[in-house]
């Protein structure tokens, strides 16, 4: 699953490696699953000109599935917060008061790596190699849209 601003697609690839059909996901949408089984979805695949097909897309592993469902719900949920920010119904100052009363304090104890630039930390030994992010072998994903 992809999105860029208020447009996600669920891209589905071929064996070739290429999309061959997407899937719009929105704000409404329900990811429709089946009966008896938590691994087999129903998606419906939009083409050129506004045709539609609803697919049948199942997975071999439960957690596949799970990780397909929840990146919708993530979507959705970026959405949500989006639209609620702009409409100004979601409010991000919470009701309560969290500040400290009279007499009380906060002790935070930071061991001596704590206060150390990442610069020195790095000098110290933590070799950690970069790796550059890999595509799943797929179609090209523009790299303005996000990858869920």
Not at 26 to 45: C, H, I, P, Q, W
Not at 126 to 131: A, D, E, G
Request: proline share 3%; glycine share 14%; no cysteine.
């Amino acid at each position: 699953m992809v999105a860029k601003g208020p447009k996600g697609l669920i891209l589905l690839e071929n064996e070739k490696g290429g999309y061959f059909a997407k899937s719009p996901v929105e704000a409404d949408t329900v990811l429709e699953g089946v009966v008896d089984s938590s691994r087999y979805f129903v998606l419906k695949v939009v083409g050129e000109g506004g045709r539609h097909a609803f697919v049948g897309v199942g997975f071999s592993q439960r957690s596949h599935a799970f990780d397909l469902k929840s990146a919708i719900q993530r979507f959705q949920n970026i959405l949500k917060a989006e639209n609620d920010a702009k409409s100004g119904g979601g409010s991000l100052i919470p009701d309560q008061d969290f500040s400290l009363g009279q007499g009380e304090e906060i002790k935070i104890n930071l061991g001596k790596d704590k206060l150390k630039s990442p610069t020195e930390k790095k000098k110290k030994g933590s070799k950690k190699k970069r790796t550059k992010k890999k595509s799943s072998g797929g179609g090209v994903v523009p790299d303005d849209w996000v990858t869920f």
